[in-house]
């Protein structure tokens, strides 16, 4: 069964940093378009950044920040979320999750929708408080 498994996260006081990472568990998550997504608590899942297999294509979700790049080394079968200038209101669980379909390497993903993914994992929670 293919799964993610996320890690990284913690507390953090406001203006720090964080990298998340996204790894798959005994699958090749190269062929796959793969997304970062949160759910704060009271809230629906929303899409952070995707990111496509290839790596030269990304996709804004409805919570996409300046502060926050997504990356991905295929060679290490890993995704990344670095996460700067953290505020408050990133306080969330961010999971990963890979694309339903496969696409070319350099496809541009149209949208960063939870809708649109599957093999999600537990998620890692980020605390962003004083």
């Known amino acids: 069964q293919m799964h993610l498994v996320e890690s990284g996260g913690g507390l953090v006081q406001p203006g720090g940093s964080l990298r998340l990472s996204c790894t798959a568990s005994?699958?090749?998550?190269?062929?796959?378009?793969i997304g970062w997504f949160r759910q704060a608590p009271g809230k629906v899942r929303e899409g952070v950044e995707c990111i496509s297999s290839g790596g030269t294509s990304r996709t804004d979700g409805t919570y996409a920040q300046s502060r926050f790049t997504i990356s991905r080394d295929n060679a290490k079968n890993t995704v990344y979320l670095q996460m700067d200038d953290l505020k408050p209101e990133d306080t969330a669980l961010y999971f990963c999750?890979?694309?339903?379909?496969?696409?070319?390497?350099?496809?541009?993903?149209?949208?960063?929708?939870?809708?649109?993914?599957?093999?999600w994992g537990q998620g890692t929670q980020v605390t962003v408080s004083s």
């Open positions: 999750a890979k694309d339903r379909n496969i696409y070319s390497s350099d496809y541009v993903l149209p949208f960063c929708n939870p809708r649109d993914y599957d093999s």
């Open positions: 005994g699958w090749n998550l190269a062929p796959y378009a």
